[in-house]
């Protein structure tokens, strides 16, 4: 479960600081698009938040484990911080 949780959230958030970083360079000359950009990003974080949930809260699923993998989500989650610096 903590191998599994700990590539799911850097998958995500890898994909997420990189899509970021592409729309930025792809739209730089059009500020108006970002607002694109934040509800694209806030759907994603809603699912992906949704699918660790059920995959990390289950209850045979030992509370130490669940408290790794969410340790590890906001260590990855951390990756995409310099997105509100460029918006």
Do not use: G
Not at 29 to 34: D, E, I, M, R
Not at 41 to 66: A, R, W
């Amino acid at each position: 479960m903590i191998l599994y949780s700990s590539k799911f959230s850097r998958s995500f958030f890898d994909h997420l600081k990189e899509t970021a970083r592409e729309f930025n360079h792809d739209f730089e000359s059009k500020p108006v698009n970002y607002s694109a950009l934040v509800v694209w990003s806030k759907n994603e974080l809603t699912e992906f938040v949704s699918q660790f949930s059920t995959q990390v809260f289950q209850s045979n699923v030992d509370i130490t484990d669940q408290a790794e993998c969410v340790a590890n989500a906001l260590q990855n989650a951390q990756k995409v911080k310099y997105i509100c610096y460029i918006l």
